[in-house]
């Protein structure tokens, strides 16, 4: 215990004068408040399963201090930030498989599939103004630079600009220009920013995986004989892709019946998660989070971007179930 010293005259054992040291508790420094992280992941349509996390941790009163996120979790942790998570849940639940289908502005002259500026005027409506360094919340989302393979932390300039950089999907969406550089989604470096969190000044971090459920466990098959494979097995598998990560709504999939012919969407699909779950537990085992929220997405396509009521569900349920967790760790961090 600190300790104050003050001194009083008193009257000492030959009448004389004296003067006797009082030691007092002296008042305690405030504790620092303990600083929340919450890195959200990428994963697609699978992301508006941030909007169920970040309510549940809303109804428990706890607020982050700071947020990194990574393509669909750099527009879900934006919005939050911005104090926009109403109008995206609201547009989120409106969402049907032909108003999904019309806010992709196909074209074949660029470096993706799609523009991108369809979606782009729909941020703009609320955030056109906003700027990722003014926002109440300190937030970052992470990009990936084309060419060199650079993990880009976007902590300054036009909020939806630093979204969609990071989301910009290689093939799907043009990379997008940003300070002289091409930026493409961050999820090929960093699917789960929680070093990012932890950079900003966050001294616990949750994050939320939308993959941690997904079965794309690779190991390595060390003897392969191609003329004994199960045939049935590899056909099932091939057929069964295009309904599981919808890209076009199953368009196409009456073309896919041989397993030497998948389509284009389901190669550049499966690729990219295959990627994307290798580079996550890479991450995770470096640098493991405080709490990791895993919301149970397994039957959830892609870009299934119409099921959000149901990714919603799914979110909140994983966060509920890490609840206890979450408030046992800020427990104990406050008492220490």
């Known amino acids: ?14 009448g004389g004068g004296g003067v006797e040291e009082i030691r007092q508790p002296a008042e305690r420094a405030p504790r620092a408040k303990v600083r929340i992280g919450l890195a959200l992941g990428g994963g697609a349509a699978r992301g508006w399963s941030h909007i169920g996390v970040l309510r549940v941790l809303e109804e428990a009163g706890i607020v982050p201090d700071v947020i990194a996120g990574c393509s669909i979790g750099a527009v879900v942790g934006g919005c939050y930030a911005a104090g926009k998570l109403d109008e995206l849940e609201a547009f989120a639940l409106s969402l049907t498989k032909r108003r999904v289908m019309g806010l992709l502005d196909f074209h074949f002259s660029g470096a993706g599939l799609i523009a991108g500026g369809r979606l782009q005027r729909l941020l703009d409506q609320d955030l056109v103004d906003r700027r990722v360094e003014t926002l109440p919340i300190k937030f970052c989302t992470i990009a990936t630079e084309l060419t060199s393979g650079h993990e880009i932390w976007l902590t300054r300039g036009p909020l939806v600009q630093a979204m969609r950089a990071s989301y910009a999907l290689p093939g799907v969406f043009d990379p997008v220009l940003v ?15 929680i070093t990012a969190a932890r950079a900003l000044g966050a001294d616990l971090v949750l994050c939320v995986n939308l993959n941690g459920e997904v079965r794309v466990r690779g190991t390595v098959i060390q003897s392969y004989d191609t003329e004994t494979s199960d045939q049935k097995e590899i056909e099932e598998v091939i057929e069964e892709a295009p309904r599981k990560w919808a890209l076009f709504s199953g368009a196409r999939a009456d073309r896919i019946r041989k397993p030497n012919a998948p389509g284009m969407a389901t190669v550049m699909v499966d690729a990219f998660n295959i990627t994307q779950d290798r580079i996550a537990r ?10 990791m929220i895993a919301p149970k997405l397994a039957k959830m396509g ?7 009521q149901e990714c919603i569900a799914l979110g909140r349920q994983a966060t509920e179930r890490a609840l206890p967790d979450v408030l046992e760790l800020l427990q104990e961090t406050q008492e220490t």
Not at 282 to 291: E, F, H, I, Q
């Open 1 to 14: 215990m600190l300790w104050d010293g003050i001194a009083r005259r008193s009257a000492g054992a030959g």
């Open 179 to 193: 300070g002289g550089r091409w930026l493409m989604d961050g999820a090929l470096v960093n699917p789960i920013p």
């Open 302 to 308: 892609l870009f299934e971007f119409h099921r959000a």
């Open 282 to 291: 890479s991450r995770l085992a470096g640098d493991p989070p405080d709490v």
